[in-house]
């Protein structure tokens, strides 16, 4: 994973969704698991759960 791979992925994810935080969700996970395997599906959920728990977009929080 490179720096500027890494900053297509988000500049995509950013410029095309639209639906609010959950529906980019999808989007996240379809780029970060399905297609890139930077992480696990496993990883991925465990992200959005403690992004669930924080306060904020839970976009945001599973993505930091």
Known sequence: MTLWSLFG???RIGATG?????ALLG???EQMV???KWVTAEE???GVAIGQILPGPIVVDTAT
């Open 9 to 11: 992925a988000f500049l």
């Open 44 to 46: 991925f959920n465990e």
């Open 18 to 22: 639209f639906g609010g935080m959950i």
């Open 27 to 29: 989007l996240l996970q």
């Open 34 to 36: 399905e297609r890139r």
